[in-house]
């Protein structure tokens, strides 16, 4: 697999209880650099949604345990990220109460790969120009600040050469700071595969971006904290409240 681009790569969680259809739905959508997750219960989802941001959500109408109208009306209580609901029917009572819930778009089971890639980028492109006007495009955890389009970052005023993986690593650490994300997504987004148990490469690139956090941390002691087997954390605690 290809290494996602930068300011391309986007992230999507599918939650479906037919696990061979999102398979295949995550399989085609990585051809096209999109980075996903999938679950297969209401709950799962509820849980992920709190712990990780993602750029879209696929939700099934029918989950086994929840219903997705439910899943959706808690997700749009405090989030506005896109949403596009599918179901195995194709009842039009169904499709207006999901669009009136908050979801962006409704299809039937029956699409094509083809057809919900190109509304996912459509729907994507349109969010991300309503952000890039009314949001800053640095990020900003502490006195660390990285501007994901030129790839510079500054501590404290000071700036830290990256390299491209250790950039992407921060990216991701930054977007959800102060929040687990997992091996897998940091591995995808920023080496363009998933680490395997015994796949150091992942760690070499944390250890190195830790020490160029340490040389440059004058105000603001940052840290990447790891979570045996699962992920990271990147922590801001001030040295002078």
Known sequence: MSTPSLRTSRSVMI????QPASAAISKYLCRASYISKCVSTGAQAIQLLHEQQFDMVLLHAELPDIDGIEVLKHYRSYSTQPVIMFSDGDSEPDRVLGLELGADDYLGRFFSF???QARID??????LS?????APSALKVGTLSLDPSTGRATLANEEIVLT???QRILESLMRCAGRLVERSFIG???LGQTPGPYDRSLDTHISSLRKKLRLHAAETQLKIRSLRGQGYVLTSVSANP
């Not at 939650?15 to 037919?18: G, I, M, P, Q, R």
């Not at 309503?130 to 009314?134: F, K, L, Y």
């Open 188 to 190: 995808a987004f920023a």
């Open 122 to 127: 459509a729907i994507l492109r349109r969010s």
């Open 114 to 116: 083809r057809e919900l």
């Open 15 to 18: 939650v479906d209880a037919n």
């Open 164 to 166: 491209g993986a250790e």
């Open 130 to 134: 309503s952000a890039r006007a009314t």
